[in-house]
């Protein structure tokens, strides 16, 4: 089977779909393919965010509304219940730093974890079980999505969630653009300052900061 692009048939959800198609430059179609799903993610956080907002306000919540918030508090992993802390979590990256790490991390939707797993981000998976997961040598065992719309969800729960990454949430909060953002990236590649410059570059070079808009 060959996909077009050029006349827009065929949705791509499998990362290994990649190979199949002609048409357009191979990293145009990854990025064709990313964005709108990029874009529903972050319509649902944003709507979830704007929701757990207007109940910060409110003095006594319906059953519904508390069902709610408890489901955010789990979802966004907040210990302590506080509303304010949810919504410091609920965010999105910019598009263009999203696209950067997804073709940093997959060399653009190649490399064998995006491949057999439609893991685009190297997000490793604490199964130590072969058949569930990516595996890529001793002790390297990677999560394996069924679309990589679940890839890109999980990627962005990771961001929000994790501890490592409270400094990223917070510039993302304060409206920092993807080229100040890229410091605040912290533990997410064991080679730091390297890691830094070929996101920085990777951005730069594709212009994927035209995407932001």
């Known amino acids: 089977e060959v996909l077009d692009q050029d006349t827009n048939t065929g949705v791509i959800t499998q990362a290994k779909d990649f190979a199949k198609v002609r048409g357009k430059s191979k990293k145009q179609i990854f990025i064709d393919t990313l964005i709108p799903t990029i874009e529903k993610i972050r319509a649902k956080v944003e709507a979830d965010k704007q929701y757990v907002i207007s109940l910060i306000e409110k003095e006594i919540l ?17 210990k302590s219940k506080s509303k304010n802390e949810l919504v410091h979590k609920m965010v999105v990256p910019p598009t263009s730093f999203i696209l950067g790490q997804a073709s940093l991390e997959s060399g653009w939707g190649n490399s064998k974890l ?5 893991n685009l981000f190297a997000i490793r998976s604490t199964l130590k079980d072969k058949e569930k997961t990516v595996y890529l040598g001793p002790n390297q065992f990677y ?3 069924e679309t990589l719309e679940d890839s890109l969800m999980d990627y962005i729960m990771t961001l929000s969630r994790h501890s490592s990454y409270s400094n990223l949430r917070k510039a993302i909060n304060d409206g920092e653009e993807t080229m100040g953002l890229i410091k605040h ?20 070079k594709n212009n994927l900061v035209k995407y932001d808009d």
């Open 114 to 118: 995006a491949k057999e797993g439609n």
């Open 143 to 145: 999560k394996k999505y």
């Open 62 to 78: 319906t059953e519904e509304e508390k069902l709610f918030l408890n489901e955010m508090f789990i979802k966004y992993k907040v």
């Open 185 to 204: 990236l912290g533990n997410y590649s064991e080679v730091k300052h390297l890691y830094e410059q070929r996101l920085t570059q990777i951005i730069t």
